[in-house]
């Protein structure tokens, strides 16, 4: 079935208004598009669990502090409808700027605390994007669930917190995250990747795996740091922005896993920043 693509505000209102009257669960799925096994686990999450789905995609420019990475984006809009085919969507908003954010938006939607860490202090203004479109977007939708991929679990804790927060009527789901076969987390930004580029990224996540096993085993992660290091040298990364181990709920630092604990990681190979973070 091709779900219908809405591009207005009042549309969209007019297609969701029926649905909450007549008591139905709305889900919602926020993206940016580029859509990949990734998000696609989402939607079938939230197909199974609501009974109308409606996939967001826009790619934020609030959320971005590099107006290269902006541009350089992949957008896919029509592969991504197609791809959203066979799961029985309800509707794809794809807002555009004006949309979102028209002449004299002036809102800034910010969480503190959560964000004071990892990419909040790699990419200074991104979850204050992040926090301001979800909400929009949780609000625009009047979405009853909203499904989020662990892949981003900073973003998950931002999100789950600003609808506590705001008191927005929406449950924000965790789902886990989709990797290629060979460990890499499916993500848009791969398809950046180079040729070259592609065969060794997914050694970020075999050096995490190795640590989460030593951790598990009661090391303390500044003896894993240096070897773990070099390895992504050797393969390549040019730049590590963290490699760190956090509580899970409040991600603040751990020297040893002795609470369950998350090992995050965000490096730069060949222009590209990959980020992923594992359960230890
Ligand atoms: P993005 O389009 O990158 O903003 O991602 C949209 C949603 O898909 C976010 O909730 C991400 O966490 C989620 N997502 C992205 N990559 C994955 C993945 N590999 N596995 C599961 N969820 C993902």
Redesign the pocket.
């Known amino acids: 079935m091709i779900a219908p693509i809405v591009r207005d505000k009042a549309a969209l209102r007019a297609m969701v208004t029926p649905w909450k009257r007549a008591g139905e669960v709305v889900g919602v799925v926020?993206?940016?598009?580029a859509l990949h096994d990734?998000?696609l686990?989402?939607v079938a999450a939230a197909k199974a669990a609501c009974d109308r789905v409606i996939v967001t995609i826009f790619v934020n420019p609030k959320q971005f502090n590099n107006p290269e990475d902006l541009a350089n984006y992949p957008r896919t809009e029509e592969d991504d409808a197609r791809k959203l085919e066979r799961f029985g969507v309800d509707a794809i908003w794809v807002p555009d700027g004006d949309q979102m954010y028209p002449e004299g938006f002036s809102t800034n939607v910010s969480v503190s605390g959560l964000t004071d860490c990892l990419c909040g202090a790699t990419r200074p203004g991104h979850f204050d994007g992040v926090a301001t479109v979800v909400s929009k977007l949780f609000l625009q939708t009047s979405a009853d669930q909203a499904f989020?991929?662990?892949?981003?679990y900073q973003?998950l804790q931002v999100v789950t917190r600003l609808a506590a927060d705001l008191d927005i009527p929406v449950t924000v789901v965790g789902?886990p995250?989709?990797?290629e076969e060979d460990g890499l987390?499916?993500?848009?930004r791969n398809l950046l990747l180079s040729d070259r580029a592609r065969v060794y990224a997914p050694v970020l996540n075999e050096v995490m795996e190795e640590m989460a096993e030593a951790l598990r085993g009661g090391a303390e992660i500044a003896a894993l740091m240096p070897k773990a290091l070099k390895r992504l040298e050797v393969a390549g990364f040019t730049s590590v922005d963290y490699l760190e181990l956090r509580r899970a709920d409040d991600l603040q630092l751990l020297d040893r896993a002795d609470v369950p604990g998350r090992l995050f990681a965000a490096a730069w190979l060949a222009g590209v920043r990959l980020i992923d973070n594992i359960a230890v």
């Open positions: 926020p993206t940016m598009g990734g998000h686990s989402l989020f991929g662990e892949k981003d973003q789902c995250t989709i990797r987390a499916m993500s848009s």
